[in-house]
């Protein structure tokens, strides 16, 4: 019999809040002073849950080996902390979705590969209804996602063992990390996904096309759980 389910830990960027805008601003800045052609913003959110190594790859065709990425990373950075919070807002249905967790008591945290000095500021702002019990960033421990130490962690701080936690994440690494840690799986179809690698291939537990899905998917483990105590 599986494990009631006890906490959902989500994934920032393209999960819980939709931070893309302010990504593509920075990058744009950054294109304009190099005088580069600038990405759209359709092209961006395919790839903007991989960070800033994905910014700065997919809008100067770089990669981390070359001689400017460092130089060009190190500048979208300072530029996006600048636009951090000037559109970033919660994904669509995830404020509901948050409200009715309290309401049922279910304990949610964050983890994110996004480092701390932008994770911290960036959570503060956003009108969450309830207040996540653990925010781990990508600089909280060692190794972040794909590796399971970041939910490991979450999972420590919340008190809670692996098995009764849910990630969810619009990624593949998240459902990887997921996996890693013996936590069940959530694939948030309606996150930052690439064309070329869509949910399906990720080998999640679940997929959600909407925020507000999850709670019925909460619903239908809880209804197994009874029936598997009401018939052993």
């Known amino acids: 019999m599986p494990d009631p389910i006890t906490a959902i830990l989500f994934d920032l960027d393209g999960t819980l809040a939709d931070t893309a805008i302010d990504l593509y601003v920075a990058l744009n800045r950054l294109q304009q002073e190099e005088k580069?052609?600038?990405t759209p913003l359709s092209t961006l959110r395919q790839v903007a849950s991989n960070g800033s190594?994905?910014?700065?790859?997919?809008?100067?065709?770089?990669?981390r080996d070359h001689p400017r990425f460092h130089d060009l990373q190190?500048?979208?950075?300072q530029y996006y902390r600048q636009a951090l919070t000037d559109n970033a807002?919660?994904?669509?249905?995830?404020e509901a979705l948050l409200q009715a967790l309290a309401e049922r008591q279910t304990d949610w945290g964050i983890v994110t590969n996004k480092p701390g000095w932008l994770t911290d500021p960036l959570v503060e702002t956003l009108p969450l209804p309830s207040a996540p019990k653990c925010v781990i960033s990508g600089d909280t421990v060692d190794r972040g996602k794909p590796h399971p130490d970041s939910l490991l962690h979450a999972c420590r701080l919340l008190q809670k063992p692996p098995q009764e936690c849910l990630y969810v994440g619009d990624a593949e690494r998240d459902i990887q990390a997921?996996?890693?840690?013996?936590?069940?799986t959530v694939a948030a179809g309606f996150g930052y996904i690439s064309?070329?690698?869509?949910?399906r291939n990720w080998q999640a537990d679940y997929?959600?096309?909407?925020?507000?899905?999850l709670l019925n998917l909460l619903t239908d483990l809880l209804e197994t759980e009874l029936n598997a105590h009401e018939h052993p």
């Open 178 to 184: 997921g996996r890693s840690a013996g936590m069940r």
């Open 207 to 213: 997929t959600i096309d909407h925020p507000e899905q």
């Open 36 to 38: 580069q052609a600038l």
């Open 195 to 199: 064309v070329d690698n869509p949910p």
């Open 53 to 63: 190594i994905a910014m700065i790859r997919t809008g100067f065709g770089v990669e």
């Open 74 to 77: 190190q500048r979208f950075l």
């Open 89 to 94: 807002v919660l994904m669509p249905g995830m």
